[in-house]
């Protein structure tokens, strides 16, 4: 157990819908990031905050959105949905915000029907 | 930009056998290189990480060597076990981004 959490652990849910994917990160660790994994394209870096604020992102979709709230804990926001969006999303956690090791989740499964 | 190449899957081998799986880099800068394992239905573990050049990262049997010569970073593990089949990923961080770069993962299967 990494001490991350992620909730849903499985979401269904039909095409042009919204959801949201919610993470708690370790106990301590102010920086939060945001993968996608899928069959076809590997793991991808969507987005990291670190202790509110956005410090890097990767290949976010303009649908998507993220946000980390004073507790800590963030929500990756997902909308206008598409068969395409099927996948793993993964919350990782780590200290800082440089080349600390990450602590992953165990992932919410989205598939778009 | 930085990036990082991974020999392609699956990887079978026999219970015992020797494991290399190669991990290539290109970066600017001084990287930080890692090793994360997903097994099955998991999210990625760390296995083991060296943050400069000659470092030897080990975890559970398994080795890496940062070697900025040849810009690699292979993870090698002398006797395999069933129980170490999984997704092996490759990965690099470089100070002053906040970036990880992952490698796209080799599957490795162990038979009994």
Redesign the interface.
Known sequence: D?G?TQTPKHLITATGQRVTLRCSPRSGDL?V?WYQQSLDQ??Q?LI?Y?NGEE??K?NILERFSAQQFPDLHSELNLSSLELGDSALY?C?SSVG???N???????TRLTVT | GDSVTQMEGPVTLSEEAFLTINCTYTATGYPSLFWYVQYPGEGLQLLLKATKADDKGSNKGFEATYRKETTSFHLEKGSVQVSDSAVYFCALTTSGTYKYIFGTGTRLKVLA
Do not use: D, K, M, T
């Not at chain 1, 090791?101 to 992932?107: D, I, L, S, V």
């Open positions: 990494s991350v920086s990031y590997g793991l870096f990291q670190y410090r890097a990767g993964f990782a915000a440089g080349s090791e990450q602590y992953f989740g165990p992932g």
